[in-house]
């Protein structure tokens, strides 16, 4: 899916999804090395022309790691310990494009609103086809955890039980729009 079709259908997720994301200026990216182990990697998002976009520096370790299995996890940042600014999350494939034009226009995107500019044909460009969305949250006092997935239209809350522990999921009504 993309990113628009988001917006279109679940504008609250979406909003929340390009400040957890793009605000912070970087994510962190998941990919699977060729033996199959996990890399995690800053990369700078892009929310433009209704999609969500990820440059990467030329030959990098993790574009090829894109370029051989596609698949790929996108973290918010979490700068606190305590977890009330919450966690998104977003499973996907990244779709590498190799458009001149379309790489032309992001880098004078990226230079007018990121103040510097990636040279045609010396980056990687992927858009992210979204598969799959959750934001998770707590609320410190309580050790309570509130969870949200999409396209499940699943949230529920798993209420604290103790310092390290939560209880069964109960239904919960936070994000969704109807």
């Known amino acids: 899916m993309r990113w628009s079709e988001l917006e279109r259908t679940q504008p609250r997720l ?18 699977l090395r060729r033996g199959g182990l996990p890399r995690i ?14 440059c990467m520096g030329w030959g990098s370790l993790k574009a090829k790691d894109l370029m051989r299995d596609p698949r790929i ?26 458009d001149e034009p379309t790489q032309a226009a992001f880098a004078e995107e990226v230079s007018r609103r990121l103040g510097w500019k990636p040279e045609p044909g010396k980056f990687h460009l992927f858009r992210v086809d979204v598969d799959d969305i959750a934001f998770i949250h707590w609320v410190d ?3 309570d955890q509130f969870v949200s997935r999409w396209p499940r ?3 529920f809350v798993r209420r604290g039980t103790s310092a390290t522990s939560q209880g069964s ?8 729009d109807p």
């Open 41 to 54: 990697s800053p990369v700078e998002p892009l929310f433009w022309r209704g999609d969500l976009w990820l």
């Open 153 to 155: 239209r699943e949230e």
């Open 141 to 143: 006092a309580t050790n």
């Open 73 to 98: 996890l996108i973290h918010s940042i979490v700068a606190s310990r305590d977890g009330t600014d919450g966690e998104f999350k977003v499973r996907g494939s990244a779709i590498l494009d190799e």
């Open 169 to 176: 999921p109960e239904p919960s009504r936070e994000l969704f």
């Open 14 to 31: 979406a909003a929340l999804g390009q400040r957890k994301l793009g605000d912070a200026g970087v994510v962190l990216v998941g990919t």
